[in-house]
């Protein structure tokens, strides 16, 4: 069965960082793509970044040069490295590929 457990997410100040993880079971991670998206309240999922199984990124305009999207395949975990973060990147924060999502992780920006 298809596993994916976000963390990492909290509290933060605008300007301030984290680094949130996904723990992948039940598939063979190093053979899929993976992805994470958010959600904000009263809004719509939001692509974030995604990964090939080469380790080839890509970005959404809102988040480039401040995120970081990276993998451990021998861990079967994904990386999501935020810096510079903004009121805006409040949301939940998914990872997943297809129709397999984690529960999400809470990443709230405020001062």
């Known amino acids: 069965q298809v596993q994916l457990v976000e963390s990492g997410g909290g509290l933060v100040q605008p300007g301030g960082s984290l680094r949130l993880s996904c723990a992948a079971s039940?598939?063979?991670?190093?053979?899929?793509?993976m992805s994470w998206v958010r959600q904000a309240p009263g809004k719509q999922r939001e692509f974030v970044a995604t990964?090939?199984?080469?380790?080839?990124?890509s970005y959404a305009d809102s988040v480039k040069g401040r995120f970081t999207l990276s993998r451990d395949n021998a861990k079967a975990t994904l990386y999501l490295q935020m810096n510079s973060l903004k009121p805006e990147d409040t949301a939940v924060y998914y990872c997943?590929?297809?129709?397999?999502w984690g529960p999400g992780t809470q990443v709230t920006v405020s001062s």
């Open positions: 997943g590929r297809g129709m397999n």
């Open positions: 990964i090939t199984t080469g380790g080839s990124t």
């Open positions: 039940g598939f063979p991670f190093g053979l899929y793509g």
